[in-house]
């Protein structure tokens, strides 16, 4: 018998059940939190028939998935920062919550037809940083903690071996650029931070983003070029169509060039405006515009714009729960920056990062972060309606995760943000979302446990709980999931090290080194 002769049998059994169930009573939640209670999300029995009859639709699903077997126009990688897995669930229930599909929400990204879990560690440390994972996601090679664009040659702060050229690993986002396709960036942190200098950068210490860093370490920024820098002037970095994010300050020189929103100008002591650089260099190349508020890049002329540089906030671009009105959304950026660089018609790389997921949860701020992993979403689900799968390829994964953890017995439908059971050692409540370490520690009170009820836990920017004292958490070392869509994403399968990504992709669309589908096509 047939999948589909099965389907009306089971239909009519669900709809009995569903029946029956409506001449009862509906069973109740208990949902910790100020002692409400919620209705169970669904009145449908999800017994034997539910169950077999969902399966079977997602076996089916499964069975007719293909590869996609041709060569990749472009690749749009999509990168969660400090996105463990546990945060994907967390925010996937938080999403259910609000939408009323409760524990049967899908994300966009979980439609992609195939994954593959991720190692992580560095060339150093069995827990890697953002700097050195951006290193081996981008470029193929792992490198020591907090470098970026170098290999294990290179130690931290070793300004010398930095300029080494046999050192330097080259980026996906590099060899796109030498095949002759347009690059971009976007970020909500400082596009000098570790994740986005890794398409463009060699440094040796990843807090060189101006020459004040560098002066500040007493090194010298003459031999050493300071991120900034390399990202205007630097030979990847000048290629860069879009770049989108924050950090202005890494730009201006201190005391000479006053920031549109206050204060008192940038960082840098050589005096560059390296913001004017790149206006006075994109001129001579065709039509460009540089931006620093969200109403500018909304009413931008995407059609008619081929270099676009938007620096919406001083330092990082602000939290989605503070609402910063100067600030767009991470959609609304990578919008904007697909719209520019589709009109290339031998393709591109884009670069996506959800930074402030990893910010919040260095703060153990489990509501900002998924607020933040919820909006990364909304980014993924924009790129894939502006996309054709039959061209793009498309992969979204984390650098490392974060110590966040899912625990207690709630009941369906149940608030992740909310209380989650009580201890049965000292009877007193705890969040479902709990941090191994971080600034959340609250250590004992008279010998007790403090009392999370206590507290305004639905704070937006509320410290979670944490078991170890930290100033900010430091990463966990668990592998983290990739899902991907579109040409060859098959090659995303079984678990992988992070230096595979930029392999596959370079097989995928046939630039840089190493084996090609062009090549075994004989094209």
Same mark, same amino acid.
């Given at each position: ?24 009573? #509906? ?28 399966? $079977?639709?997602?076996? #089916? ?12 126009? /472009? ?6 920062? +400090? ?16 939408? +009323? ?7 966009? &990204? ?9 190692? %992580? ?33 290179? $130690? ?7 300029? =080494? ?31 986005? @200098? ?29 991120? @900034? ?19 202005? #300050? ?5 005391? =000479? ?15 560059? /405006? ?30 008619? %714009? ?8 001083? +330092?990082?671009?602000? &939290? %989605? =729960? ?14 904007? @920056? ?51 799968? $039959?061209? %793009? ?16 017995? #709630? ?31 609250? +250590? ?80």
């Amino acid at each position: 018998m047939t999948v589909s002769s099965l389907q009306p049998l089971l239909l009519l059994l669900i709809l009995s059940h569903c029946l029956a169930a409506g001449d009862k009573d #509906q069973d109740h939640l208990g949902v910790m939190g100020r002692g409400q209670h919620k209705t169970k999300p669904s009145a449908v029995v999800e017994d034997s028939a539910y169950w077999n009859l969902k399966m $079977q639709e997602e076996l #089916q699903a499964q069975l007719e998935k293909e590869p996609i077997v041709r060569q990749a126009k /472009n690749v749009i990688l999509f990168l969660g920062d +400090g996105t463990s897995i546990s945060t994907l669930t967390a925010a996937r229930l938080l999403k259910g919550h609000r939408t +009323g599909n409760f524990e049967h929400e899908v994300m966009a &990204y979980e439609k992609f037809p195939y994954s593959t879990l991720i190692k %992580t560690y560095s060339a150093d440390k069995v827990v890697t940083d953002s700097a050195a994972s951006s290193t081996a996601y981008l470029s193929g090679v792992k490198g020591n903690q907090a470098t970026i664009g170098v290999d294990a040659n290179v $130690q931290l702060a070793d300004c010398n071996a930095m300029n =080494v050229p046999q050192f330097h690993t080259h980026s996906i986002l590099k060899n796109f650029q030498d095949a002759g396709r347009s690059t971009g960036i976007v970020t909500v942190t400082r596009v000098t931070h570790a994740s986005p @200098a890794g398409t463009y950068a060699h440094t040796a210490e990843r807090h060189w983003e101006s020459d004040d860093d560098i002066n500040d370490a007493e090194g010298d920024p003459d031999l050493c070029d300071d991120i @900034a820098e390399q990202l205007i002037l630097g030979e990847t970095g000048s290629r860069i169509k879009v770049i989108l994010g924050g950090g202005r #300050q890494k730009f201006t020189p201190k005391n =000479v060039v006053e920031d549109p929103e206050g204060g008192d100008g940038g960082k840098r002591d050589d005096g560059k /405006n390296l913001i004017q650089t790149w206006i006075d260099q994109k001129v001579l190349l065709g039509n460009s515009s540089y931006v620093w508020h969200r109403n500018d890049l909304l009413t931008l002329d995407t059609a008619h %714009t081929d270099y676009l540089m938007g620096l919406f906030d001083w +330092g990082h671009v602000a &939290y %989605t =729960v503070d609402q910063d009105s100067s600030n767009p959304s991470l959609e609304e950026m990578t919008r904007a @920056a697909i719209e520019v660089l589709q009109k290339d018609a031998n393709g591109y790389f884009l670069f996506v990062e959800g930074g402030n997921i990893d910010r919040a949860h260095h703060l153990n701020e489990y509501r900002s972060a998924l607020e933040e992993a919820i909006e990364f979403e909304k980014a993924i689900e924009t790129a894939v309606g502006l996309t054709d799968p $039959q061209d %793009t390829l498309i992969i979204v994964t984390a650098d490392h995760a974060q110590p966040l953890v899912i625990n207690g017995y #709630q009941e369906r439908g149940s608030d992740v943000l909310d209380l989650g059971d009580y201890s049965d050692v000292d009877g007193l409540p705890y969040t479902t979302l709990l941090y191994t370490n971080g600034p959340g520690y609250r +250590g004992e009170v008279d010998g007790s446990r403090p009392d999370p009820s206590t507290e305004d836990y639905s704070d937006p920017h509320y410290v979670g709980a944490a078991t170890v004292p930290m100033v900010e958490s430091n990463h966990a070392g668990e592998d983290v999931v990739l899902y991907a869509r579109g040409p060859h994403a098959h090659l995303f399968t079984g678990i992988h090290e992070n230096t595979y990504i930029p392999h596959a992709l370079r097989y995928a669309t046939c630039v840089g080194e190493g084996l090609h589908f062009c090549t075994s096509q004989g094209v």
